[in-house]
T-cell receptor
Framework: DAGVTQSPTHLIKTRGQQVTLRCSPK?????VSWYQQALGQGPQFIFQ???????QRGNFPDRFSGHQFPNYSSELNVNALLLGDSALYLC?????????????FGPGTRLLVL | AQTVTQSQPEMSVQEAETVTLSCTYD???????LFWYKQPPSRQMILVIR????KQQNATENRFSVNFQKAAKSFSLKISDSQLGDAAMYFC??????????WGAGTKLIIKP
């Protein structure tokens, strides 16, 4: 049983560009959450998707958008990249009915903006 | 706003000894979960242990146990018989009412051989 997978593992972009990160949830999971983790800090919640809709959103600008597909996989898009967007982006999945109890994390995508 | 505080940026322990990592949190809820996650250099966030607030018994997973003090809103992690593979960043986390995980700043655990 594959766990949460994310692609790519690493990415280098320049300021102003756009990026798309991908996440496949653990088998049987229907909810996907995205977190941004700056170097040396704890993760910050970006948003959460359930039933193909954004259900919750953290304090992130509209440059951050996402999507969830019918197979529950998800994408995170960031437009007009800034240097401050350099971070580890973590995807977490869960079953909606168990979301309070645990979230399983993928290995993350390391984004570097130059 | 709900918060999670880890006051120890770094801790070190001799291999085979015991170490305790501290965490305090703030919530207005009565029924909730608390988590300790481990993040090794490989970056994967791994669930170490979780505690259900309505359970008075402290959770235990092999060498890992917690000291949960609900009234004090304290949730510390004890690692017994420390091993080199325990070296990592440890994060305390708590889901808010919208099930977003609120995280502490982390504690870097160093294991001395």
């Amino acid at each position: 049983d594959a766990g949460v997978t994310q692609s790519p593992t690493h990415l280098i972009k320049t300021r102003g560009q756009q990026v798309t990160l991908r996440c496949s949830p653990k088998s049987g999971h229907d909810t996907v959450s995205w977190y941004q983790q700056a170097l040396g800090q704890g993760p910050q919640f970006i948003f959460q998707y359930y039933e193909e809709e954004e259900r919750q959103r953290g304090n992130f600008p509209d440059r951050f958008s996402g999507h969830q597909f019918p197979n529950y996989s998800s994408e995170l898009n960031v437009n007009a990249l800034l240097l401050g967007d350099s971070a580890l982006y973590l995807c977490a999945s869960s079953e909606e009915r168990e979301i309070r109890e645990t979230q399983y994390f993928g290995p993350g995508t390391r984004l570097l903006v130059l | 706003a709900q918060t999670v505080t880890q006051s120890q940026p770094e801790m070190s322990v001799q291999e085979a000894e015991t170490v305790t990592l501290s965490c305090t949190y703030d919530t207005s809820e009565s029924d909730y979960y608390l988590f300790w996650y481990k993040q090794p250099p490989s970056r994967q966030m791994i669930l170490v242990i979780r505690q259900e607030a309505y359970k008075q018994q402290n959770a235990t997973e092999n060498r890992f146990s917690v000291n949960f003090q609900k009234a004090a809103k304290s949730f510390s992690l004890k690692i017994s018989d420390s091993q080199l593979g325990d070296a990592a960043m440890y994060f305390c986390a708590h889901p808010d009412s919208n099930y977003q995980l609120i995280w502490g700043a982390g504690t870097k655990l160093i294991i001395k051989p």
